[in-house]
């Protein structure tokens, strides 16, 4: 299928956060854009406001009338729909039906598609990267997997410019439907196991995914990743080029990372580049490794260096990725999304250099139980870093319990004295007497509907 005859596009999911990028993307390009969603949230409000038709009950077969024109209408939903949800079977009988992904795929074979791929840091680095981007000669047009905190929003639209940045996401596999011209790629930690079925099955779907880079593109890559330029074939060269912190074997290597006034600083040494003193607008040993991911990206798209380090002093970073919420002088409360060990290693130690006397809480909703299961060494080794851990019940998402996985038997593995597994409203009740030191909320479950009271009381306790 392609945009040519298409005059109105349905979502059905269209609250969640990839789906609603894109519903304003063609909303913005003058389609008729509609859709379904279980509940109202503040992104169906915002979709709303700006004028596209969003509604919350299954109508079945009783779509709106306009959208059941096979030939002008394009039909896109996610996985996280149910199959048996009545207007999803509707449509399926009627229309070639879409995935979020292969609409995507579609825009990256209509422009020059910038992936950025991984395990970690994705949502970051691409949020990054298109700020950067938008901020320089080039311009861009971006999906991204977050909501970024300089535009107040998950999508940016420029159609003049060639360049999109797209969020490459693995889960079930749908990178693979994308067509890039360049890439980042962050990290290949397991996860996703649930849908890959064994390690050597996800390293391979990345190597696929590097594979279909052609012959004009080239991917930034961190350095000691398990990924293989293609074998030299006609036609195809598959420049790979690498970046790290502390990591001599990298092209672009990051050094002398230091946190002055709770700003944040480093060297980096590459081709043709020695740069003193790079500020970044968001602090972290993690966003220290993106930005240059970032800044070897922006270099060979030729971004001069002042748009680069500009963009990078000024980038305020996403929501839930490491995201203040009280900073005051006795008193911090960041937020994060971070659901994988690694993830979590790189929080709890960014924080740790920028306040390394200050007593550390960490609030941590573990998110699926097969995630739980195949990392709860790592979850109890990284979690172990902390003052005092608090964990919250397993978020299950999709999924149906396992026995003998639940925060209770990640409790037990976890060496830290002061540990406790509190429900959220337990956790407003032990927040009220925290006055000092740092509180850290961790999850990509609904621990995020935490964040707002648990800011209020926190603010009420320092003032």
């Not at 980042?184 to 397991?190: G, K, L, Q, S």
């Given at each position: 299928m392609t945009f040519e005859d298409v005059k109105r596009i349905y979502f059905i999911g269209i609250g969640g956060i990839g789906m609603s990028a894109l519903a304003r993307y063609f909303h913005a390009k003058g389609y008729a854009v509609a859709g379904y969603d279980k509940t109202p949230s503040p992104l169906t409000d915002e979709l709303?406001?700006?004028?596209?038709?969003?509604?919350?009950?299954?109508?079945?077969?009783?779509?709106?009338?306009?959208?059941?024109?096979?030939?002008?209408?394009?039909?896109?939903?996610?996985?996280?729909?149910?199959?048996?949800?009545?207007?999803?079977?509707?449509?399926?009988?009627?229309?070639?039906?879409?995935?979020?992904?292969?609409?995507?795929?579609?825009?990256?074979?209509?422009?020059?598609?910038?992936?950025?791929?991984?395990?970690?840091?994705?949502?970051?680095?691409?949020?990054?990267?298109?700020?950067?981007?938008?901020?320089?000669?080039?311009?861009?047009?971006?999906?991204?997997?977050?909501?970024?905190?300089?535009?107040?929003?998950?999508?940016?639209?420029?159609?003049?410019?060639?360049?999109?940045?797209?969020?490459?996401?693995?889960?079930?596999?749908?990178?693979?439907?994308?067509?890039?011209?360049?890439?980042?790629?962050?990290?290949?930690?397991?996860?996703?196991?649930?849908?890959?079925?064994?390690?050597?099955?996800?390293?391979?779907?990345?190597?696929?995914?590097?594979?279909?880079?052609?012959?004009?593109?080239?991917?930034?890559?961190?350095?000691?990743?398990?990924?293989?330029?293609?074998?030299?074939?006609?036609?195809?060269?598959?420049?790979?080029?690498?970046?790290?912190?502390?990591?001599?074997?990298?092209?672009?290597?990051?050094?002398?990372?230091?946190?002055?006034?709770?700003?944040?600083?480093?060297?980096?040494?590459?081709?043709?580049?020695?740069?003193?003193?790079?500020?970044?607008?968001?602090?972290?040993i993690h966003n220290c490794e993106n930005a240059i991911a970032v800044i070897a990206m922006c270099i060979e798209l030729g971004l001069k260096k002042e748009e680069i380090l500009d963009g990078l002093r000024t980038f305020k970073g996403v929501k839930r990725r490491f995201e203040y919420h009280v900073r005051k002088e006795k008193l911090v409360y960041i937020d994060d999304y971070a659901h994988h060990p690694t993830e979590i290693s790189a929080l709890i130690d960014s924080v740790r250099m920028l306040y390394p006397t200050r007593h550390i809480t960490g609030i941590f909703q573990p998110h699926l139980y097969s995630r739980t299961r195949d990392f709860m060494p790592g979850f109890a080794d990284e979690l172990s870093k902390l003052d005092k851990v608090i964990l919250m019940p397993i978020y299950p998402a999709r999924e149906e319990p396992i026995e003998g996985i639940t925060s209770d038997e990640l409790l037990k593995e976890i060496a830290v004295d002061d540990k406790l597994l509190l429900t959220p409203q337990e956790v407003l009740e032990w927040s009220k007497g925290v006055t000092s030191g740092v509180v850290l909320t961790i999850g990509a479950g609904d621990i995020d509907r935490l964040v707002l009271p648990l800011k209020e009381q926190l603010k009420s306790n320092s003032r």
């Open positions: 709303i406001a700006e004028g596209m038709d969003v509604h919350f009950d299954d109508l079945g077969e009783a779509v709106p009338e306009a959208f059941k024109d096979t030939e002008s209408t394009m039909v896109v939903y996610t996985p996280a729909i149910p199959k048996n949800m009545g207007e999803l079977v509707y449509f399926q009988q009627q229309h070639h039906v879409l995935k979020r992904s292969e609409v995507l795929g579609l825009i990256t074979r209509t422009s020059k598609g910038i992936g950025v791929a991984g395990t970690h840091g994705k949502t970051t680095t691409s949020t990054m990267l298109a700020y950067v981007l938008s901020q320089s000669s080039h311009k861009c047009s971006a999906f991204l997997g977050g909501i970024s905190s300089n535009f107040h929003s998950n999508v940016i639209i420029d159609t003049e410019s060639e360049l999109t940045v797209i969020e490459a996401d693995e889960f079930d596999r749908s990178f693979l439907r994308l067509s890039p011209y360049a890439s980042i790629i962050t990290a290949m930690d397991p996860d996703h196991l649930d849908i890959y079925g064994d390690e050597e099955s996800f390293k391979q779907a990345f190597q696929t995914y590097s594979d279909k880079h052609n012959d004009e593109g080239f991917i930034v890559r961190k350095w000691n990743l398990p990924i293989q330029p293609a074998p030299p074939a006609k036609g195809v060269t598959h420049n790979h080029i690498t970046y790290g912190v502390n990591a001599a074997a990298a092209a672009y290597n990051g050094k002398n990372l230091r946190s002055v006034d709770g700003h944040f600083f480093f060297d980096l040494k590459g081709p043709g580049v020695d740069w003193k003193g790079i500020e970044l607008g968001l602090p972290g």
